[in-house]
């Protein structure tokens, strides 16, 4: 079996990482037929606000062109937060920040995993006026093999990992799942600015 390694664009977001170029149109393709019967924004719509069937379509559409959006942030601080919450870490961003001069390579050799949720939603207006919002929910999740990651005054400064996959969950907080992608995800880059490790008092 031969395997394909992408090393990944340092300025890649979300949406590019996993589903590279893909147009809007082709994303909210893969969402539309996922929508339940009863729409997105129909029920969300008050009696004194009643929409025509074509103009509850048109709504849904821009509410799924709006969600990708939702997809536009960059991956790296998103797992470098996760990572920074590793004892490991932890014990290293002590070591550094009482030796400033010195840096400390911590390597994770098991695989590891790092889950990252949100819970965005998008309004919807009509006539200019908020009805209501329709909820998701974001789960992205880095799934990492051997990892090593420089630590700097408390803080992480470069990362390197050779085999790693990113796989990202777009649903509507009821539960129905819209748009699912996994690929693969090196990441070898400086971190820029650092990434904090939050340290944990030193027991008395």
Known sequence: MTT????????????????????????????????????????????????????????????LEAALRFLDQDPHPLLLTGLARYRA??????????????????????????????HPEVA???DGTEVGTVEFDLDVTFAMGETSLAVRKGEIAAVDCVAGSLTLDLSLATGDRLLHGSKGFPVHRDVNPPIPIPHLPVAP
Not at 15 to 40: H, K, N, S, Y
Not at 105 to 118: I, K
């Open 4 to 63: 394909t390694r992408t090393d990944i664009d340092h300025d890649a977001s979300l949406r590019t990482a996993v589903f590279e170029q893909a147009p809007d149109g082709e994303l909210t393709g893969r969402m539309r037929p996922q929508i339940p019967a009863t729409g997105l924004v129909s029920g969300r719509v008050p009696r004194t606000h009643p929409l025509p069937r074509s103009a509850s379509r048109l709504l849904d559409a821009r509410v």
């Open 89 to 118: 870490l932890t014990d290293a961003a002590r070591a550094t920040l009482a030796a400033p001069e010195k840096d400390v390579v911590v390597t994770l050799v098991e695989p590891y995993r790092v889950t990252s949720r949100h």
């Open 124 to 126: 919807v207006l009509v």
